[in-house]
């Protein structure tokens, strides 16, 4: 059993090809098997999908080897099952959670072009079902991951973010931009060696010095891939500005960093703070908040932090 892994019949759309093998579970006298079917090579048709829907079997099963391939195929088919009344929230929320940290675990070991649209295609899917969806904040703020990875990191900054420029009343087009810039937010550190990344404990001089390079960094990666992320930039370089100065690449201030940027900073520092790190335990979502009320008071845009804080407050988080 532990080679295969069970999937959603909801998340299959009739008459497309999944890309690999389906199982169905069969007990008999205590004995359990998996039977073939669906072939890898054969679209899975209305008429198969509503034979299970009939049996009432919602649970079907893929090889854990094939578990890539049924990420690209939920990556590929997106649209379509978010729009898909039939399913639950809670499922799509789930859905939406694994498919942006597949997608982004292949952005960060694979920077290029091909993988950086498919980020901005990702992020107009999600707000769409945040957008339509009423159970979105309450089902995708349940199950942001508290292990620290640089790519779980941005899925999560991307995901209460997204949810957060909703209550503010944040305009589509706008939260569309918005998700992108956070999803990749600290692309640059695709540049910084996993040494200083991953390490535990404080970071020298020299390596906090090497570290701060990451915004620019970002950008860079960007534009030598012939990318059309123009709108993104401002978060990707600002997400460590500090209203008051003290913050890196360029020390600006409050009035000169952009209003989204000065969202992610708060919500960059948020999710850091609430997750496994190599160095630190994770702390309480109200600790945390606590820890960036006063000890970032100066460096945070106060009037988004209080805003902030009520929205987690609304949603059982504080």
Same mark, same amino acid.
């Given at each position: 059993?532990?080679?295969?892994?069970?999937?959603?019949?909801?998340?299959?759309?009739?008459?497309?090809?999944? &890309?690999?093998?389906?199982?169905?579970?069969?007990?008999? /006298?205590?004995?359990?098997?998996?039977?073939?079917?669906?072939?890898?090579?054969?679209?899975?048709?209305?008429?198969?999908?509503?034979? @299970?829907?009939?049996?009432?079997?919602?649970?079907?099963?893929?090889?854990?080897?094939?578990?890539?391939? $049924?990420?690209?195929?939920?990556?590929?088919? *997106?649209?379509?099952?978010?729009?898909?009344?039939?399913?639950?929230?809670?499922?799509?929320?789930?859905?939406?959670?694994?498919?942006?940290?597949?997608?982004?675990?292949?952005?960060?070991?694979?920077?290029?072009?091909?993988?950086?649209?498919?980020?901005?295609?990702?992020?107009?899917?999600?707000?769409?079902?945040?957008?339509?969806?009423?159970?979105?904040?309450?089902?995708?703020?349940?199950?942001?991951?508290?292990?620290? $990875?640089? $790519?779980?990191?941005?899925?999560?900054?991307?995901?209460?973010?997204? @949810?957060?420029?909703?209550?503010?009343?944040?305009?589509?087009?706008?939260?569309?931009?918005?998700?992108?810039?956070?999803?990749? #937010?600290? *692309?640059?550190?695709?540049?910084?060696?996993?040494?200083?990344?991953?390490?535990?404990?404080?970071?020298?001089?020299?390596?906090?010095?090497?570290?701060?390079? #990451?915004?620019?960094?970002?950008?860079?990666?960007?534009?030598?891939?012939?990318?059309?992320?123009?709108?993104?930039?401002?978060?990707?370089?600002?997400?460590?500005?500090?209203?008051?100065?003290?913050?890196?690449?360029?020390?600006?201030?409050?009035?000169?960093?952009?209003?989204?940027?000065?969202?992610?900073?708060?919500?960059?520092?948020?999710?850091?703070?609430?997750?496994?790190?190599?160095?630190?335990?994770?702390?309480?979502? $109200?600790?945390?908040?606590?820890?960036?009320?006063?000890?970032?008071? /100066?460096?945070?845009?106060?009037?988004?932090?209080?805003?902030?804080?009520?929205?987690?407050?609304?949603? &059982?988080?504080?």
């Amino acid at each position: 059993m532990h080679d295969f892994l069970p999937i959603t019949l909801n998340s299959l759309k009739a008459d497309t090809r999944i &890309g690999c093998d389906i199982y169905l579970l069969v007990r008999n /006298n205590g004995n359990s098997r998996y039977i073939l079917y669906c072939k890898n090579d054969a679209a899975f048709d209305n008429e198969q999908k509503e034979m @299970l829907v009939r049996k009432n079997i919602n649970k079907l099963f893929i090889g854990k080897k094939d578990q890539q391939k $049924y990420s690209e195929y939920l990556e590929s088919n *997106l649209k379509n099952i978010l729009s898909d009344d039939k399913i639950e929230s809670k499922e799509k929320a789930q859905i939406v959670y694994g498919t942006a940290t597949n997608m982004l675990r292949d952005v960060f070991n694979e920077p290029r072009f091909k993988n950086f649209e498919r980020s901005k295609t990702f992020a107009y899917n999600m707000v769409d079902y945040i957008l339509r969806d009423g159970k979105a904040a309450f089902n995708l703020l349940k199950i942001t991951s508290h292990d620290y $990875y640089t $790519y779980t990191h941005s899925v999560n900054v991307a995901t209460i973010g997204s @949810l957060f420029a909703k209550n503010i009343g944040l305009g589509e087009k706008d939260m569309k931009t918005f998700c992108t810039g956070m999803l990749l #937010h600290d *692309l640059g550190k695709t540049k910084i060696h996993s040494d200083i990344l991953n390490k535990k404990g404080a970071l020298t001089d020299d390596e906090f010095k090497e570290m701060r390079k #990451h915004p620019e960094m970002g950008v860079a990666v960007l534009r030598e891939s012939g990318d059309s992320f123009n709108d993104e930039y401002s978060i990707i370089l600002q997400h460590h500005e500090n209203c008051d100065g003290s913050g890196y690449p360029f020390g600006l201030k409050k009035e000169e960093i952009h209003y989204s940027s000065r969202i992610v900073r708060i919500i960059d520092t948020y999710d850091a703070l609430t997750t496994q790190r190599s160095y630190s335990v994770p702390q309480k979502p $109200y600790n945390s908040l606590k820890v960036i009320r006063d000890e970032m008071y /100066n460096a945070v845009d106060h009037t988004m932090l209080k805003s902030f804080i009520k929205f987690l407050g609304g949603h &059982g988080s504080s």
